[in-house]
């Protein structure tokens, strides 16, 4: 049975930093595309962050630059830290497990919450 686990989310001023983790089981970690997202109140879910297999990262527009992807296969766990926090970043931010068509996987979500 495949388990996505994030941790790390809270409460952060605005310009602050925090760094998400997602730690999987179940699944052979390695070969899946790992990626972040988030869904703010009354908005649709929107990719933060990819990183597949080869270690290659994909970013959405509005967090490059700020925000840093990564993986440790031998932890099984994906990484996203996240730096010069806004406020428009608040939202509950999940992770992503994708293999190819079939094998498509969401945690529970992790709360962040950017405010002073």
């Known amino acids: 049975q495949v388990q996505l686990v994030e941790s790390g989310g809270g409460l952060v001023q605005p310009g602050g930093s925090l760094t998400l983790s997602c730690e999987a089981s179940?699944?052979?970690?390695?070969?899946?595309?790992m990626g972040w997202y988030r869904q703010a109140p009354g908005k649709e879910r929107e990719l933060v962050a990819l990183i597949n297999s080869y270690g290659n990262v994909n970013y959405s527009g509005s967090v490059r630059g700020r925000c840093t992807i990564s993986r440790d296969n031998a932890k099984n766990t994906v990484y996203l830290q996240m730096n010069s926090l806004k406020r428009e970043d608040t939202a509950a931010y999940y992770c992503n497990a994708r293999y190819g068509a079939i094998h498509n996987y969401w945690g529970q979500g992790t709360q962040v919450t950017v405010s002073s």
């Open positions: 179940g699944m052979t970690f390695s070969v899946y595309t």
